[in-house]
């Protein structure tokens, strides 16, 4: 892949940059900047290498038209914050406006373009389609840069098409990502330690089969401890079960036992009667109430988790251990987290919710070696699967520039 080192001088050149910039709002203000704040260094380093740049993003899911409750204007105003210097806001995207203002940026100028999902081609599973909207943002600039990790794992014109028809490069947080997740698939450091919780088993199928063959340690919390443990034949009361999943539960025990994968399951619950902040108890994993569910791992669990943790060189971590956002479920993923913190290697939080949980309870992201931007992008990695916008970015991008 091209850096943007590799792209040569960019002075007067203008930079398409495409960026996630997909921040929780409440009405125009900005909850959690944290993505606009991870965009920066890259647009800055383009900025100050003399380029032109015009920042393409999305914001939430506008449906293929304009809407106003959509508009990247606080993004622009932030982002503006951030860099310390005025960015102009396109009030389209690849329109009359955008034009004017993408031919009259100078040298160092930053502009973004107004949602790149106000238009129906950005999505469009029709190639054609998706392809005429390339066209149209290709038009506006001389060079790409991807950098948009959040949507990397999307076909989509402003992540794909556009890197077929323009000199391509990768952006720096792109490229951090992508070493940290490599560094977990192709060579971790050993003990490696995968935590997986969240809500369903389901939802982490491809993780685990992916993963069970190369982790040492696998530690299962979460909603989705239910399931392993009626699978070996458990009463889990009222608790999260996919009983269509036993099955597979069963297999993973089975697979994890073969190869020598060390599977832990909690062996006590906090559990609660309902599904309410109140009544909770700590109950053996092997004798939940039938009238009660579980909603945290125990605190011997808990202890025990903290422990194979801190002894690992290698941690990845996706899904919560239990309903943090409730104060007495919150004590298994927050030792989790502060194990997490104390790993001589590598710890990486992966998944929307877990990074949204060790801020909640109080850790700072610097307190771990690395906390993924893109939730999805990096599970789909971690599942082994090919991520459009970084394949394309690998083949060789129009006009020779790979050199
Ligand atoms: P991520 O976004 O990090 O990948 P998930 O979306 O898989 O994580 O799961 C997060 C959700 O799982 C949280 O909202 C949490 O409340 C829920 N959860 C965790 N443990 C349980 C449980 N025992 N029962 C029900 N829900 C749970
Ligand atoms: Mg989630």
Not at 163 to 170: E, F, G, K, Q, S
Not at 173 to 195: F, G, I, M, N, Q
Not at 269 to 274: D, G, K, L, M, R
């Amino acid at each position: 892949m091209t850096t943007i080192q590799g792209l040569g001088d960019l002075r007067g050149k203008r930079v398409l940059v495409r960026s996630d910039l997909n921040v929780p709002l409440d009405g125009s203000t900005i909850t959690d900047d944290g993505r606009v704040r991870a965009s920066v260094p890259t647009i800055k380093a383009l900025s100050d290498a003399g380029a032109r740049v015009l920042v393409t993003a999305h914001l939430g899911r506008p449906d293929g038209t304009p809407d106003e409750k959509y508009s990247l204007a606080p993004v622009a105003a932030r982002l503006a914050e951030l860099l310390g210097s005025p960015v102009q806001l396109a009030s389209d995207t690849v329109g009359p406006d955008a034009q004017r203002i993408a031919s009259g940026l100078e040298d160092g100028q930053v502009a973004v373009l107004e949602n790149v999902r106000f238009n129906v081609g950005e999505t469009s599973k029709d190639d054609a389609v998706r392809g005429a909207f390339a066209d149209e943002l290709a038009a506006l600039a001389d060079v790409f840069v991807s950098d948009g990790f959040g949507v990397v794992h999307r076909k989509q014109a402003s992540v794909y098409d556009i890197a077929t028809r323009l000199p391509a490069a990768v952006g720096g947080l792109v490229e951090a990502e992508v070493t940290v997740l490599k560094r977990l698939t192709e060579s971790p450091e050993r003990p490696y330690t995968v935590v997986l919780g969240g809500s369903k088993v389901s939802d982490k199928l491809g993780v685990i089969d992916n993963l069970l063959d190369k982790a040492d340690n696998l530690l299962i919390g979460g909603g989705m401890v239910f399931t392993f443990l009626k699978a070996q034949g458990h009463e889990v009361g009222k608790s999260l079960l996919e009983e269509d999943q036993l099955d597979i539960a069963r297999g993973y025990i089975e697979q994890a036992k073969a190869q020598g994968v060390t599977l832990l399951l909690p062996t006590d619950i906090v559990v609660a009667p309902e599904f309410k902040d109140e009544g909770a108890s700590v109950v053996a994993a092997d004798a939940i109430p039938t009238d009660q569910l579980g909603l945290d791992i125990g605190p011997d669990s808990a202890a025990a988790f903290a422990e194979v943790i801190r002894g690992s060189r290698t941690v990845f971590w996706n899904g919560p251990m239990g309903v943090f956002e409730m104060a007495s479920f919150a004590a298994g993923t927050k030792a989790v987290a502060q194990a997490l913190t104390q790993v001589d290697g590598l710890s990486v939080v992966g998944g929307g919710d877990s990074a949204a949980a060790v801020r909640q309870l109080g850790f700072a992201d610097d307190q771990f070696g690395h906390i993924s931007t893109g939730g999805g992008a990096s599970l789909e990695y971690l599942e082994g699967k090919t991520l459009p916008g970084l394949t394309v970015l690998a083949s060789p991008s129009p006009e020779g520039t790979d050199a």
